[in-house]
């Protein structure tokens, strides 16, 4: 069955029509080529296809694109403005946190959402925060200098 | 990996998401967090013709005081419990056991009723339809076999949520409501301890609160949790403990035990011992009873012999914990 699904995505309001049983990754890739949400497992586990949801890290394989309608949708598309990259995207690069970068967007938009509800973050809370983003490249310690590089605790690089 | 068709109903009150589940008994899901409800459908497990979104209906969510109780409603996120001074002051273990499922993308969506609810799980089950084309169907998917052993007659499959076993160890009750009906029973009751059909729910019935009692003056006693898996943030419970310590007035001393993923349900022992014996003493004693209580067979990605064990590492670790919190109070 298919149906008009209104989604607020970084902003800008889109309508869908789509079949209900698909995901919100589903339709973010397929359907408005915002692509830069990757799909790793498909069942919850990697991280890979994290976006926000009204502010918090959710997985967009396991949220129903019905279950998304009338919450505010932000993907890595959405960080950058007027053509700037966002400071955190910025610190991934200047600390080598990616590598091949398929966890990159997930990493940063977690990363993102926590130094918002908590610009002081320590590493402990940065190691907890992306417990669920898999990354097979970096082994974690540049990813977590980068989003520490924004987080006014005390000890900052 | 595609979910199978399915038509969503996203009905605004209880009493039409009640009428759905009567009309459509048998045939339809309810869905809240999502996130294991979709994963078993994406393994083509489970292929409902209808599901129900839990997201319209008000009053369904948050956490709120009655009497003398703490109600948590169904569809409240991990997250929000995680967040909660008054779950943090009251019942700090169910805190605990919160923030060990999973990691925080997932405390985000998945619900208190969904992880409560949530089947149970076996390697030669819990697969791809890829893995299970051409394989008979085992008794958890209305076959009449056994995958994991030989000749099993039953099924064996664990149930593996983390915070069921500190509300059982809280004397939590749950309300189940349906058409019409609504009741309210101890948690312990939702369990049939068979793998085949974990829950004694019925297809028309809704859990949709959680009552946890307020401990009264005096009675006060320490839930502590204990949890074991190798891979922080992504592991279900391949063993797990809640402790119940309190000492009444007597000196008498009660402990609770409920171990987690040690078969179809958790299993609550309690044990109480008069002024005189020492925890360290009676300590053999309850680990016998974990031992003779507990099952473990090789159907998890570690092997039943080793789960087995942990079972009693963990009771231990959880009694050990309780008792040094209740010195620590008694000094301060």
Redesign the interface.
Known sequence: ?KRNVILRINNEEYTVLT?????LL?VLREDLHLTGTKEGC????C?SC?VL?DG????S????V??AEGREIKTIEGLAKEGRLDPIQEAFIEHHAIQCGFCSPGMIL?GYALLKENPRATEEEIR??I???ICRCTGYVKIVEAIRSLSTSEGRR | MRLPPFEIFEPKTKGGGFNLLNRYKGDIKVISGGTELVVLMKDGLLRPRYLMSLKNIKGLKGIRRKGRSLIIGCATPLEEIIKSREVKSLFPALVDACILVAAPPIQNRATIGGNILQDTRCIYYNQTEIFRNGLEPCLKGGGNLCRAIKGGKRCFSVYQSDIAPVLIAYDAKVKIESKGESKSMPIMELFTDKGEKPFTLEGDELLTEIEIPIPGNGGKGIVTYKKFRVRDGIEYPFASAAAMVSINGGGQENVVLVIGACGASPKRLSFSFSEGDTIEAKMGEILDGVDKKTVAIDNLALPGEYRKEMFKIMAKRAIKDAYDLIRKEKTL
């Open positions: 069955m079949k209900t049983n698909r995901t589903e498909g069942e919850g586990v991280g994290t949801l918090r890290p959710v997985r394989c396991l949220l129903l019905t279950e977690t907890f925060a417990s669920g983003n």
